[in-house]
Structures are given as structure tokens and as C-alpha cells.
């Protein structure tokens, strides 16, 4: 997460330099805002997709985990996927314990839930930054496209236009 964040911060101002310094100066102001648009809108779907991610694999891998375990009875493996079949909330550890503490789960059972939804839980964080890091690689495919030369700004030089005007 340290990685990602100051990736994003190291490129976020040299990105909006070189969006800007594309175009004529005259389209700078509007060039420099649909970035920033842009820019916000990516983040957005990608925390979406990120997020989607991160529950799907934590509901499939939780119902894996109870289905998979030998101390949990069957009608509560039953029970337990009829009602995580919409998506498992992301709770931690302890907010599980007490959670079977207080529906009075029998400790063996408790103890296979909570491995369960720990497994789980790693998996999912696993396959969601997995998916993060798919789509940074596959953004630099892209960076070919970025231009060589900066398209605002006039195609001779000053000095060299002195030099020919003498």
C-alpha cells in the first residue's frame, strides 16, 4: 500500500505536466481539468472493481472455508451460505469472537468460523491488490503513447529564430 501511494504521488504531478504541456497553451485550462476528471473517475472505478473483488473472493472463500470444515454441523453450513450468498461483511478477528460469543457457539465451532473467515479474509486482500497490481502493469503498455515532444510549444527556437531574423 506504501508502494502504490507513493507511486500515485510521484506521478500525479508530472502526469498533469505532461497532459498539459501536449496541447496548445490556449486548450492548457481544459486539458488540465479533464485530467484532473479523469484522474478522479479511475480512482474511483478502480476502488470500485478493487472492493468488488475483495468481497466476492471473502464471501466464495468463507463459504469454501465452513463448507470445508469438519467441526461445523451441516445445517449450519446450510444456514451459513443460504445467508452469505448476498456477501460477507468485513470483520475482523476479535469483532467475530464476541460476535459467536454472544450466539453462544460452541467453542470448537467458533474456533473453525473464525479460521475460516481469517483464511478468507487474507485470500480476498490477496486477489484484490493482486488486481491492482494487474492493472498498474498493464498501464504501462501505455505509456508509449505519451508524447516525446511538447506539442504547445512552438516547433523553432528563440535562438535560432534570432540568429535567422540577423
Known sequence: MVLMGL????????????????VPDRQSTEVGGLQNTVSNLGASLGTALAGAVL????????????????????????????????????????????????ANVPPAQADAVLAANSDARLAALRASLWVVALFAVAALFFTGLIPVKPIGRPKHDVATSSRADS
Open 55 to 102: 468481497i466476492a473472493s471473502l464471501t466464495t472463500g468463507l463459504i469454501h472455508g465452513l463448507r470445508a470444515s469438519s467441526d461445523i454441523p451441516a445445517d449450519v453450513k446450510t444456514q451459513a451460505t443460504t445467508q452469505f450468498a448476498a456477501g460477507v461483511p468485513f470483520i475482523s478477528d476479535s469483532d467475530l469472537k464476541a460476535q459467536l460469543g454472544k
Open 7 to 22: 507511486g500515485i504521488g510521484a506521478l500525479a504531478s508530472q502526469l498533469g505536466a505532461i497532459t498539459v504541456s501536449a
